[in-house]
Nanobody
Framework: QVQLVESGGGLVQAGGSLRLSCAAS????????MAWFRRAPGNKREFVAS????????YYADSVKGRFTISRDNAKNTVFLQMNSLTPEDTAVYYC???????????????WGQGTQVTVSS
C-alpha cells in the first residue's frame, strides 16, 4: 500500500510560481509511475502531468505545457511539480497519484494523495 502526501500549495498572485511536492511511502517508489491531476470547483478532475518510473519520460496537458515541470527524486521518494507563470485558471486542488502503469488516465491510478489547494489571484 502506497501512501502519498502532497505539500507546497498556497495562495499566489498571477504570474507567480509554486512548487508542489508529493512524498511517497509504503512501496518501492521507483517502480511507480507518478502523475499530477487537478480539480477546480465545478469541474471534473483533469490530467496535469505524468512522469515515468525513471523520470526519463514526461507528459503534460496542453494547458500547462511550457509553464509546469514534473520531476522526481527516487532517492527521496518524492515527485515535484514546478509551476511557473500561474494564472487564475490554474486555481484547483492538486493531487498526486501513483501506479505501476505509466498512463495519463486518472481511473488507472490506484493510489492518491489527499490534495493540496492552489489559489491564484488576479
Amino acid at each position: 500500500q502506497v501512501q502519498l502526501v502532497e505539500s507546497g500549495g498556497g495562495l499566489v498572485q498571477a504570474g507567480g510560481s509554486l512548487r508542489l511536492s508529493c512524498a511517497a511511502s509504503g512501496g518501492i517508489f521507483s517502480t511507480y509511475a507518478m502523475a499530477w491531476f487537478r480539480r477546480a470547483p465545478g469541474n471534473k478532475r483533469e490530467f496535469v502531468a505524468s512522469i515515468s518510473w525513471s523520470g526519463f519520460t514526461t507528459y503534460y496537458a496542453d494547458s500547462v505545457k511550457g509553464r509546469f515541470t514534473i520531476s522526481r527524486d527516487n532517492a527521496k521518494n518524492t515527485v515535484f511539480l514546478q509551476m511557473n507563470s500561474l494564472t487564475p485558471e490554474d486555481t484547483a486542488v492538486y493531487y498526486c497519484a501513483a501506479d505501476r502503469q505509466f498512463t495519463n488516465e486518472p481511473n488507472q491510478y490506484d493510489y492518491w494523495g489527499q490534495g493540496t489547494q492552489v489559489t491564484v489571484s488576479s
